[in-house]
Nanobody
Framework: QVQLAESGGGLVQTGGSLRLSCAASGSISVIDVMGWYRQAPGKKREFVAAMTSGGSTVYAESMKGRFTISRDNAKNQMYLQMNSLKPEDTAVYYC????????????????????????WGQGTQVTVSS
């Protein structure tokens, strides 16, 4: 199982930006899908964004236009560029990876499987002050 480590979190003001990184222990070229989730105190874990090895992406509605997911296979890293941050974005952000997904899987199924069966990092704290 791939080992993941998030970094890049911190404290920013409303409207600011952060770039989160997720380093994998091995080649991410063999991982079908990687993504980001977040969890705020007292709330359930929330899907943020995901990306397949083929470059397809999906974002949660509240993140569209503000967050961008990307990956660098040469560095075995995945990124989440977060712009126009809001206090509501305050949470611990986690990266996840799933090596294999079924042929013809919908995004809903992929997101569910990634959350349920994927590998996880320890998370990085993002705090947005008002």
């Amino acid at each position: 199982q791939v080992q993941l480590a998030e970094s890049g979190g911190g404290l920013v003001q409303t409207g600011g930006s952060l770039r989160l990184s997720c380093a994998a222990s091995g080649s991410i070229s063999v991982i079908d899908v990687m993504g980001w989730y977040r969890q705020a105190p007292g709330k359930k874990r929330e899907f943020v964004a995901a990306m397949t090895s083929g470059g397809s992406t999906v974002y949660a509605e509240s993140m569209k236009g503000r967050f961008t997911i990307s990956r660098d296979n040469a560095k075995n890293q995945m990124y989440l560029q977060m712009n126009s941050l809001k206090p509501e974005d305050t949470a611990v952000y986690y990266c996840a990876a799933l090596k294999n997904i079924g042929v013809g899987s919908s995004w809903n199924a992929v997101i569910h499987d990634l959350s349920d069966a994927g590998s996880w990092g320890q998370g990085t704290q993002v705090t947005v002050s008002s």
